[in-house]
């Protein structure tokens, strides 16, 4: 078969994935601020806090800035060595009614972290019609319980969760973690996923950044007690949900909440490589597919386009030409899906669209470690403590 006619059948390929990739992007719900409610049964916000001091205060503003009534707070401080606690008391004086900080229990064998301390704050949720977790390192709009507890009602869901607007300061951030983000929604098939009546258990995509779940249905299924040893316990408490026949939704939520999840790019590696090594277990074969196809796109687009060039100036022909304007087509349709990326979701420059390649192979890097660090029985680290899987 002539070279000219793989790089044309390669560019159609890539082409194809691309707008399929914009379609579903383009098809995830929204939660508006506008159509927030401001009453309504109780919502009590849940927020696991370890060694959060650089983000604790921000958080803790705007829960208990919420125009959602009534809504109560506990945070739960996982035996923090740095500031949190301290953090933790002012704002626990200062707002005695609303805001209620415990202690977490001692970390029970077979446990990680974040389930132990999400698990103890539900206990303490008394009379709760909702229950809403939400990571310390985000920023809730006043409207959030109020858009959230709208949106589960309207689409009679038993739990939801928002994928918040993503600050991205520095330039590791800006280049590793949208490509994070969309290997996630790759792995995981949204159009699946968006009907919560047929959606299969093993498909649920959920995020533990911002999850609103009725109080009976999480109790039903015995909370994070059932996901109690899952590094990704966002997903498997959704999948878990939807086992049990609970309807769950998946929505994004820029203009109600925004989060900031790492700061360098030690950080990032740390963080995405617990995501990684949980996540590949969660998905199975759809990681390798995820990591396959995004390879296809993101690092052959230019390369397949360089190879068409090279092919047209050796052998001027008309097909090969044809060819390198497929690949050019390809690449382009590639570039202007994450220049829209990047300006639409993450409000950063068009022009970042250019190092996309250089992100996904960052991407790689970290999860090629974190795997190997896990066969080799070292596991990783997040919060200071060490996780074998």
Known sequence: MPAALVLIALALVIGLLTLLDAKRARRLPALSASDAWHSGPLVTIIIPARNEAANLARCLDGALQQSYAPCAVIVVDDHSTDETPHILARYAAQHPDRLHGVVGRPLPPGWVGKCNACYYGASRAKQSAWLLFLDADTA????????????????????????????????????????????????????KNLNP?????????????????RSAAYWAIDGHAAVKDKVLEDVELARALRRAGFRVGLATAFDVIRVRMYRNFGEIAQGLGKHATAGRRASGWRAFWAVTRMTLTVLASPLLALAAALNAATQPTPLAFLALVSAALAYGAQWAFWAWRYHAWYRLPRHL??????????????????????????????KERTYSS
């Open 140 to 191: 809730p709009a006043p409207e959030l319980v109020g858009a959230l507890v709208a949106f589960a009602e309207r689409h009679r869901l038993d739990a939801v969760s928002a994928l918040p607007f993503n600050e991205l300061h520095t330039l590791p951030e800006q280049l590793v973690l949208p490509l994070f983000y969309q290997f996630a929604l790759v792995a995981f098939p949204l159009q």
């Open 353 to 382: 669209a250019w190092l996309v390649p250089l992100g996904w192979m960052l991407y790689l890097a970290i999860v090629i470690r974190s795997t190997t660090r896990v066969w080799l029985g070292r596991g990783v680290v997040w």
């Open 197 to 213: 009546d047929t959606a299969p258990p093993n498909t649920v995509l959920a995020n533990g950044q911002c999850l609103l779940v």
